[in-house]
């Protein structure tokens, strides 16, 4: 073999490494796409879980108060029930004590129209 195969043979060699030089070049620019992407994406992931994260507690202080409004609504609750129950028992004692007073009142007047009748005859 000449030496100007020789060369021919080794340019050509040369020119394929540059050929799959520049294709892994490609391979690695769109290698560092990818990571952009994926260093992107992770990013946007621990956004999400922050907010997530943050929501949950808001989520939680609201469960809590809301659970104390609850308690103390069923307190007041129970205490307005326990006032209308005295209230209702304190209006069934007047009505008693009125059905008696107009009894007694019957009473009198009925003594009053027999006194007057007494009276008149005589």
Do not use: C, H, Y
Request: no cysteine; hydrophobic share 35%; net charge neutral.
């Amino acid at each position: 073999m000449s030496a100007q195969e020789r060369i021919k043979r080794v340019l050509s060699a040369i020119e394929s490494l540059r050929r799959e030089l520049a294709s892994l070049d490609e391979v690695g620019a769109e290698a560092d796409g990818l990571r952009n992407v994926l260093a992107a994406r992770q990013q946007e992931l621990t956004e999400t879980e922050s907010r997530l994260a943050k929501l949950k507690k808001e989520t939680s202080e609201a469960d809590a108060q809301f659970q104390l409004w609850r308690t103390v609504n069923q307190k007041e609750q129970v205490k307005g029930n326990r006032a209308v129950d005295e209230l209702n028992e304190r209006i069934l004692d007047l009505e008693a004590k009125i059905t008696e007073r107009q009894r007694q009142s019957d009473n009198i007047l009925d003594g009053i129209k027999s006194l007057n009748e007494r009276l008149k005859v005589q």
